[in-house]
């Protein structure tokens, strides 16, 4: 096996724990060096791939690499751009591959959801076909936990585990001043699509009654009055009601929440998050006092309250994809694997890419109780284990101490430029 | 010197290290049981001793008490109330000295902001006249460290480190994606009147570039103009802009940007949050795609995230109440005195009621870059301290293993009740 350089590339949304990732990754390649030479990372993502902007990973200290397990966000940058199809665009593909064959690179390694995994399926298939031989492979990432085939999505775990720590934090403050002051609080949190996200809040509660007492599903169509009634009950029987609202979650014309908003007495449309159309419209039934948050891009973010098992897998599913790549495989992506689930086991498993693109993880019917505002013990058993564990990062001045790299970009060696609009 | 009870109760807003100045409350009381019997605490606050609704703290055991220590939020309840005059409100004295006189209480402990140590000021003064003599001794509270005469206040380190937190996480969140996502992130703090909060979001910055790129004070007027002409520089030399705005931002028609709105295409008030109206603001100017959050309770219920220094020092200030109580002082409140700035080196002083009720201590002007968008060296000199430290709670299950009180309340005495409406 003669030694080719790899790619690495970052893609769509980051999350608390793709850092890791990359840290499994580099750190397996640096003791593969027989096998793969430099690893590049794309700046911004497959953007640097078109634009010939590659980082030279090897020159980052063995120390710095390591304190991407604990970093947050994207470390070489990471970008929302979905190539087109190789009939609608081929000449991206065959840009990709120039800029490969330039600089030796024989392993493609891209770290995102399901549009990322389907472009490397894609470019595995067309790399022979273009003229240059390709190794791909493709690391799971997504916060909306929306990836078939593995238990659960690297980055998911530390944001469930962020919203379960949040609610039950601003529920115990919500239970304390109710009696002269808020009653209603709204928690707003990420999934457009999935309510994976939401049904983690649902982790806070260890008995009846405990915050969070309704919960905002995607998947399930917001109905007003029912809602309303809900609220008036649980106010009624604990004296306050904590919400946690998806952001995706539509009315039954199929609008968004958010989108839709409420009107104010005049008839005016008032534009907002779903926590504050919400909350309003308690408001307005009830007149409860209130009181919202959007927790929005600090619970991706939140790597200081990770799980530890998150922040495992996620580096696992880094020093996986080498592994892989070494062993020959393309076309696969690694997964997890649940062995067990109280203890929670685990093993690494493999996915082919084929059956991984384009096919969407819902939050399943009986993850959902039959009100269709809390989560089921299912539900529970599936997602408990994913908040497990703390993995503090280290502190400096009272922060976390991150790691920045120097990320530097090698020569270009093509004579092109890639005309890129974001 | 005979055994008398004590009253203890939370009031206003709840901390994330309120029940630490309980727990140091509770714990020193118990070691002195020869003078202080049983501390009961008002449930609900002051409500709880205008209703006789007195929790008998003794029936709680001492790990739990010990747990106190790091639960966020109001243990036995907290109120949004504030007693009027004397003059306006005899009554409501006279009630209060009723159930103090029924219980053998000695001892009022008030544990709360201006308003609370206000009253306690009161109480000291009339309790003579209203013929039961009563030792009455403030314990400061509040996130929005707007009390005078102590270095600063419980509550407001750990709300300081999670904003700062915060900002340092998203903000490497976005500058990940800037290049082809979210150019301009905002994040929404609290304080009404003071900008203390805003102004640890500036902590984050470890050198110039970093986000916070611009923090909105409610000290400083918002002019639009000079406003977006700062996000148009800050996103062409760094990509992208993070701004901390708190919540009590005001234009130059001193009305709140939140409450002001912007008006959409059509000329409707676009209402929510200040962050919501910041965020709009620059779409509409520069076109940027851009993220906001609103932490609202969940910065100040974030016991996960809490600073040590904050911790340490409720906790002590509960101690030295009790320690005041006992050398025979009344109408004071211990204080927390800076003796050196680098190490911090703190102890702990005594503050005269009579000089603490009715000032609010703003952000000094020299603390406010010239710009008015930013923090001065000597405003991080004072800051900085007060983050510094984790102190993180057990966990079980993956969460914070916050303990609950049995809160169970004594027998009433008196035969007649009152009539509370909040």
Chains 1, 2 share one sequence.
Not at 189 to 206: K, N, S, T, Y
Request: with cysteine; hydrophobic share 40%.
């Amino acid at each position: 096996m003669t030694t080719k350089n790899a790619f690495y590339a970052q893609s769509g949304g980051v999350t608390a724990v793709i850092n890791a990732s990359a840290c499994g990754l580099l750190e397996t390649a640096r003791q593969h060096a027989d096998k793969i030479g430099k690893v590049y990372a794309g700046r911004n993502g497959i953007i640097g791939a078109l634009t010939e902007d590659l980082i030279d990973t090897s020159l980052e200290s063995f120390e710095d690499i390591a304190a991407l397990r604990y970093t947050p966000s994207g470390a070489f940058g990471s970008c929302r751009y979905k190539l087109k199809s190789f009939e609608e665009n081929r000449t991206e593909y065959e840009r990709l591959i120039a800029v490969f064959k330039a600089h030796n690179i024989g392993y493609f390694f891209y770290n995102g959801g399901g549009d990322s995994q389907d472009t490397t399926h894609r470019l595995s298939q067309l790399s022979e076909l273009l003229g240059h031989e390709l190794c791909c492979i493709g690391i799971p990432k997504t916060v909306d936990n929306d990836l078939p085939l593995t238990d659960n999505c690297p980055g998911f775990g530390s944001v469930a585990k962020y919203v379960a720590v949040s609610i039950r934090e601003a529920g115990l403050d919500v239970a304390s001043m109710a009696r002269t002051s808020t009653k209603v609080f709204v928690l707003e949190v990420m999934g457009r699509h999935a309510g994976w996200i939401a049904a983690a809040g649902g982790l806070a509660a260890d008995k009846e009654g405990d915050p969070p007492h309704i919960i905002l599903f995607p998947e399930i169509v917001f109905k007003q009055e029912k809602f309303l009634a809900k609220v008036e009950d649980t106010v009624g029987k604990h004296g306050y009601c904590c919400i946690v609202v998806s952001e995706g979650v539509k009315n039954p014309d199929d609008e968004f929440l958010a989108e839709a908003g409420t009107r104010d007495a005049f008839g005016h449309a008032q534009l907002g998050g779903a926590a504050l159309v919400v909350a309003e419209m308690v408001k307005a039934a009830h007149g409860y006092k209130y009181h919202w948050a959007v927790a929005d891009y600090l619970q991706r973010a939140a790597r200081h309250i990770a799980s530890k098992t998150d922040v495992d897998q996620a580096y696992a599913m880094g020093k996986a994809a080498v592994e892989l790549a070494i062993a020959g495989k393309t076309a696969v992506m690694p997964t997890i694997v649940r062995t067990r689930n109280n203890p929670y086991q685990w093993e690494i498993g493999v996915a082919e890419l084929k059956d991984v693109a384009n096919v969407e993880q819902k939050l399943p019917a009986h993850y959902i109780t039959d009100d269709g505002f809390g989560i089921t013990p299912e539900c529970e058993e599936y997602l408990r284990p994913l908040i497990m564990g703390e993995d503090y990062p280290p502190y400096t001045n009272g922060l976390p101490n991150y790691v920045s790299l120097k990320n530097i970009s090698i020569k270009k060696a093509l004579k092109t430029a890639f005309e890129f609009e974001p």
